[in-house]
């Protein structure tokens, strides 16, 4: 069975500039998370979906948004992109939204913001 | 709400010596467990997880941890390091409730974990 796949793998930004990160689940897997990972702070929670509705949401700004489609694929936007976005984000997929079931997680897209 | 708290940021071992990562978490109901493992430029992935049945839980590649509610851990070891061990671990945390949509991983800060020859 294929793992969680994330594209791009590696982005370079600008300022300003606003971009999408696209999360592919494990095959039948309805739960999609995204987090963020930074030396600074850690692995952080941004939000999470589940048959395409977000469940929950981490403390990051409204720029930072996602969406989840039909197929369960997952994409997050960040707009007006600033220095501190500069980060791995991971996507992780699960069966469901239960909390004791196992996130598998991707390889990430690193961004970094120039 | 939860958090975990990792003890020492760096851990260094000899090949063969005993690997103890701390983890102590913080939760107003009973949590679930999780350790993940990092290595350079991947993604995580999962050592091991606690979901209140057995408080001792074996992982992959020969790691354990142990559930002590009353000492609010769950420390990983592993009987004897190999250098393939070297990477970076995360101790997590997921409570909530279904049907609140409260759902998410609280991670520890990490331990990165050294082996020397």
């Known amino acids: 069975k294929a793992g969680v796949t994330q594209t791009p793998r590696y982005l370079i930004k600008t300022r300003g500039q606003q971009v999408t990160l696209s999360c592919s689940p494990i095959?039948?897997?309805?739960?999609v998370s995204w987090y963020q990972q930074t030396p600074g702070q850690g692995l952080q929670f941004l939000f999470e979906y589940f048959s395409e509705t977000q469940r929950n949401k981490g403390n990051f700004p409204g720029r930072f948004s996602g969406r989840q489609f039909s197929n369960s694929r997952s994409e997050m936007n960040v707009s007006t992109l600033e220095l501190g976005d500069s980060a791995l984000y991971l996507c992780a997929s699960s069966r469901g939204a239960i909390e004791k079931e196992t996130q598998y997680f991707g390889p990430g897209t690193r961004l970094l913001v120039l | 709400a939860q958090s975990v708290t990792q003890l020492g940021s760096h851990v260094s071992v000899s090949e063969g010596a005993l690997v103890l990562l701390r983890c102590n978490y913080s939760?107003?109901?009973?949590?679930?467990l999780f350790w993940y493992v990092q290595y350079p430029n991947q993604g995580l992935q999962l050592l091991l997880k606690y979901t209140s049945a057995a408080t001792l839980v074996k992982g992959i590649n020969g790691f354990e941890a142990e559930f002590k509610k009353s000492e609010t851990s769950f420390h990983l070891t592993k009987p004897s390091a190999h250098m393939s061990d070297a990477a970076e671990y995360f101790c997590a945390v997921s409570v909530g409730l279904w049907d609140t949509g409260r759902r998410a991983l609280t991670f520890g800060s990490g331990t990165r974990l050294q082996v020397q020859p």
């Open positions: 095959s039948g897997h309805r739960s």
């Open positions: 939760s107003s109901v009973p949590p679930y």
